[in-house]
T-cell receptor, first 117, second 114 residues
């Protein structure tokens, strides 16, 4: 089984400052990793994902995440945040595809990012 | 536009009452999921369905039931056996196969107990 730990439940940060949202996972097998964003009273939107290849993945709105296998981490970063980035961010893990069946996502408990003007 | 629709946005349940949450998708996705979200708890899987007329229990299926009679629809019934139903319920569907599998989410239904 896989598990995900998001180390910070809330992260306040001033506008235009950098931010890092931390995510660590536990798994005995290879995994795929995801970050989802949830704006208030809305569903989740996929922000970015790591499947294989380059360990640094980027989203279209300036976020990036780096897969670190030795530290079992997939931290999300943005060099300069905007008010519109205020949301809850969820890290998720799924067992890597091995040719049989489909596997479920396991989510962390979320990190609320509050951007202060 | 393709997407996932959940209705209603807010739902109120009385004690001992069964209520049904609707989830419809026009994305032609085979797999669909129901999650429950509680503050500070993240998302927990209730039920999922890989194909029409088939579904499996997730981690917290007790007190819930589902059906999958059509590809587009995956309604969730919260029964009176669910003693703590107040939560935000999210429906998702999945595209792709293998490595390309990705889940997309609906806007959610907030269930409140009167």
């Amino acid at each position: 089984a896989q598990s995900v730990t998001q180390l910070d439940s809330q992260v306040p940060v001033f506008e235009e400052a950098p931010v890092e949202l931390r995510c660590n996972y536990s798994s005995s097998v290879s995994v795929y990793l995801f970050w989802y964003v949830q704006y208030p009273n809305q569903g989740l939107q996929l922000l970015l994902k790591y499947l294989s290849g380059s360990t640094l993945v980027e989203s279209i709105n300036g976020f990036e995440a780096e897969f670190n296998k030795s530290q079992t981490s997939f931290h999300l970063r943005k060099p300069s945040v905007h008010i519109s980035d205020t949301a809850e961010y969820f890290c998720a893990v799924r067992k890597a595809y091995s040719g049989a069946g489909s596997y479920q996502l396991t989510f962390g408990k979320g990190t609320k990012l509050s951007v202060i003007p | 536009d393709g997407g996932i629709t959940q209705s209603p946005k807010y739902l109120f349940r009385k004690e001992g009452q069964n209520v049904t949450l609707s989830c419809e998708q026009n994305l032609n996705h085979d797999a669909m999921y129901w999650y429950r979200q509680d503050p500070g708890q993240g998302l927990r899987l209730i039920y999922y369905s890989q194909i029409v007329n088939d579904f499996q229990k997730g981690d917290i299926a007790e007190g819930y039931s589902v059906s999958r009679e059509k590809k587009e629809s995956f309604p969730l019934t919260v029964t009176s056996a669910q003693k703590n139903p107040t939560a935000f319920y999210l429906c998702a569907s999945r595209t792709g196969q293998g490595r390309r599998e990705t889940q997309y989410f609906g806007p959610g239904t907030r269930l409140l107990v009167l």
